[in-house]
């Protein structure tokens, strides 16, 4: 097991209803890799987050997270990984500690394990002054970050990141997407679906996602061939459509 | 241990989010108290009472109609515990609590019971009030009547989680409320015997007897007279499993599909 991939998803599909969503996705990601899930809006990078989070069950793909079958050992899986969803997810009129600690106790830390981790990670992502602050006082930037400091908490192996840079400005979006890859440099394994090709850097994995199909999949500079990545993947949605 | 801090913190966020909403407090308190004083007032003198099991004597309409107010509150609240799921689950943090390393039914059973403590506590800010203003079960009675209103709390708990299952919008919530609310309250043992009932209408008295509710009322009845009405049991408990049942069902992750 401790071989196994911080990600795999073998043979996946799902439809929402007559619409088709996800078709035959598979993809790796190895342990401490930065991965972007890449493609435009209704690509089906949500429908793949819901399987990988376990909202939607994997049948009959898989999805094994640090080598724990999602299917079958559900809670072993979602341990090992930390989500920040597309859509905040949060307690508006409840302060960053209260926010923090409710997760923490979710995933079964005690108050004193609880509080030393909210420490570290709201030091990590820069936020440790904010800790007394309701979350309605805060910027769109400083909440994401508190989202991300929140799915740090019980250490998870996997890192995953639905369209976490939606709805912030230029420098926000600059300051969390540095802040998840020093994180994966520092050893988390990450999946990042955006539709911003320029949050990817040339050391990045990329799976290009177009119409519930993967259309791509590799490191970032192998598959641009010297050219920018937007226009790569620019090219690429052209030929696709 | 991890199962019980996630517990805990769910009945605390509960809790924190009652306590910060003073509205839904006095709205909970306002509206028992309002049938009580108010309703009761006019309504006594156009009901006449026998004497029926488990009171021993004539007794005031106010004496009446405690239990069924207790229910009520139970019931107004367990549908808004069941309106917060739905908010809950249009804000994302139902989604966070579904996406924690516990089994699903551990997590909405935590939410139930969050709810229920939360009934409860109305509930008891209710008969205070109603014990300064006299009205009074035995003393005894409170501590009898505790498990037959967490019972019921959980009944009605179960039901309001099973219907945030199925709603999928809040702005669709108010409509559903009054096909549930009204219908169960009415349509019960609250506010009227069921043999009364049974001198206008033998098939509404039917309808009372089979609603869930009706046995809730009565297991609280005879509960503040430290007795057991075991058939009111039963029917609670047996609604309560169901209803937790199909909202679990409710609350299953769909599944993938081949095309």
């Known amino acids: 097991m401790s071989d196994a991939p911080a990600l795999l998803v073998r043979g996946l599909s799902h439809d929402w209803g007559r619409k088709p969503a996800l078709r035959d996705v598979s993809f790796t990601v190895a342990r401490g890799r930065f991965c972007a899930l890449l493609g435009p809006n209704g690509a089906g990078k949500s429908t793949l987050m819901s399987v990988l989070t376990g909202l939607i069950r994997p049948a009959p793909g898989v999805v094994a997270v640090a080598g724990h079958d999602m299917a079958r050992n559900r809670r072993a899986a979602l341990a090992e990984i930390g989500v920040v969803f597309q859509q905040p997810t949060l307690d508006l009129d409840r302060s960053v500690r209260a926010n923090l600690r409710y997760f923490a106790a979710l995933h079964g830390l005690g108050r004193k394990r609880a509080d030393a981790r909210i420490a570290e990670a709201l030091e990590l992502l820069g936020m440790d002054e904010r800790v007394d602050e309701k979350l309605r006082a805060l910027n769109g930037g400083h909440r994401r970050r508190m989202e991300i400091a929140r799915a740090l908490l019980h250490r998870p192996r996997l890192l995953l990141l639905d369209e976490p840079t939606v709805g912030l400005d230029a420098p926000a979006r600059s300051a969390i997407t540095a802040h998840v890859h020093q994180l994966a440099r520092e050893g988390i394994t990450v999946l990042w679906a955006t539709h911003l090709a320029d949050e990817l850097r040339a050391e990045d994995q990329v799976v290009l996602l177009h119409k519930g199909v993967v259309m791509a999949s590799g490191e970032v500079r192998t598959l641009v061939e010297g050219r920018p990545v937007t226009d790569w993947f620019n090219v690429a949605m052209e030929q696709a459509a | ?259």
Request: aromatic content about 12%; hydrophobic content about 55%.
């Open chain 2, 1 to 259: 241990m991890s199962a019980l801090s996630a517990a805990s913190a769910i009945a605390t966020r509960e809790l924190a989010r009652f306590v910060t909403q003073r509205e839904r407090f006095l709205a909970a308190l306002v509206r028992p108290l309002v049938w009580l004083f108010i309703f009761a007032a006019g309504f006594r003198a156009a009901l006449g009472l026998s004497i029926i099991a488990p009171y021993k004597t004539y007794i005031s309409y106010e004496t009446y109609i405690l239990p069924g107010l207790c229910a009520m509150i139970l019931l107004f609240s367990g549908m808004q515990s069941s309106l917060s799921l739905v908010h809950d689950r249009e804000n994302g943090a139902m989604r966070l609590m579904l996406t924690a390393p516990l089994p699903r039914w551990f997590m909405l059973g935590a939410k139930l019971l969050a709810g229920a403590l939360v009934g409860l506590v109305q509930v008891a800010a209710f008969l205070v009030i109603a014990a300064l203003f006299g009205l009074r079960v035995p003393a005894t009675g409170y501590a009898t009547a505790l498990p037959a209103l967490l019972l019921s709390a959980l009944m009605l708990g179960a039901l309001g989680l099973l219907l945030s299952a199925r709603i999928k919008q809040l702005e669709n919530f108010a409509g559903v409320m009054n096909f549930v609310i009204f219908p169960m309250f009415f349509c019960s043992s609250a506010l009227y015997p069921i043999w009364k009932m049974q001198e206008s209408s033998p098939l509404l008295a039917k309808l009372c007897e089979i609603n869930p509710f009706t046995h809730a009322v009565e297991l609280v009845r005879f509960a503040f007279y430290g007795q057991l009405n075991l058939e009111a049991l039963g029917w609670t408990a047996l609604a309560t499993v169901v209803f937790f049942v199909a909202a679990l069902r409710g609350y299953e992750p769909a599944r993938t599909r081949s095309s």
